[in-house]
């Protein structure tokens, strides 16, 4: 499984973004893609994780209400939108994929072993 981010870039505070997530190869054996995101010195956090087959998803207590991911009909594109950006949204964003979305939600970024190269974000006033 590819993933290859897009859409990162500068945005003002209080604006919106959206990320995109190309999927290609082997998805045969994926159920949870998501993202991960990564800010300046501090450890990576899980924003937002969809599943495949039952379209459950988790969002980061951080990114409720303001972030949305989903996924388009042909299944191969996860997207995450995202508004009212804060300065602390600032982050590398990392699509990413593994086979249990239940495990995703509960281990994190830890157990997962699928990853774009990340794509930035940065919001500032």
């Known amino acids: 499984v590819q993933l290859v981010e897009s859409g990162g870039g500068s945005v003002q505070t209080g604006g919106s973004a959206t990320l995109s997530c190309t999927v290609s190869?082997?998805?045969?054996?994926?159920?949870?893609m998501g993202w991960v995101r990564q800010a300046p010195g501090k450890e990576r956090e899980g924003v937002s994780y969809?599943?495949?087959?039952?379209?459950?998803?988790h969002y980061a207590d951080s990114v409720k209400g303001r972030f949305t991911i989903s996924r388009d009909s042909a299944k191969t594109t996860v997207a995450l939108q995202m508004n009212s950006l804060k300065s602390e949204d600032t982050a590398v964003y990392y699509c990413?994929?593994?086979?249990?979305?239940?495990?995703?939600?509960?281990?994190?970024?830890?157990?997962?072993?699928?990853w774009g190269q990340g794509t930035l974000v940065t919001v500032s006033s």
């Open positions: 990413v994929a593994e086979s249990s979305y239940f495990r995703m939600a509960e281990a994190g970024y830890k157990y997962i072993k699928i």
């Open positions: 190869g082997s998805t045969g054996n994926i159920d949870g």
């Open positions: 969809f599943s495949l087959s039952t379209g459950m998803v």
